[in-house]
């Protein structure tokens, strides 16, 4: 995956634009799977020993994001663009760099931000569960 863009975007005219486009949608897509790993993992905060669902799930995100996105539709296209966001992850920075659109790319920062500001989220109220569980007892 790293080298066919590379290889198309080298041949291209604007060749500073493209690597900075590929390398820019490579951080965002990172990212993304950060957050995504620091929500699965978090959930132990309030779910107990949920190793086996993370696995299952990092899984599940792996799988789909090397399918072409235009055999999902419906539900579960929603699904793999929100809970589990491998088509941001892999469809639609592949379709910035075939196609390139203000609006998707837009799409794709927004997506980042929000997920990161989620899995930041949700990681701060579990550890805030944690430590008031453990202030709890040390009271008794």
């Known amino acids: 995956m790293v080298i066919a863009p590379c290889k198309v975007s080298l041949s291209s005219t604007r ?3 493209a690597i900075t486009l590929f390398v820019l949608l490579g951080i965002q897509a990172g990212l993304i799977f950060t957050a995504f790993l620091v929500i699965l993992c978090s959930l132990a905060f309030f779910l107990g020993n949920t190793e086996g669902l993370a696995q299952q799930m990092l899984g599940a995100l792996v799988s789909f994001s090397t399918y072409p996105m235009n055999i999902f539709s419906g539900v ?3 699904l ?3 809970v ?3 088509g941001f992850i892999s469809f639609v920075p592949l379709q910035l760099l075939h196609q ?3 609006p998707l790319l837009g799409g794709m920062l927004g997506f980042t931000v929000l997920f990161v500001a989620i899995a930041v989220g949700v990681f701060e109220l579990g550890l805030k569960r944690y430590e008031s569980g453990n202030l709890l007892g040390m009271q008794n």
Request: net charge positive; proline share 7%.
């Open 84 to 86: 589990v966001p491998a």
């Open 76 to 78: 579960v296209r929603l």
């Open 15 to 17: 060749t500073q634009a």
């Open 100 to 102: 390139f659109t203000w």
């Open 80 to 82: 793999l663009f929100t």
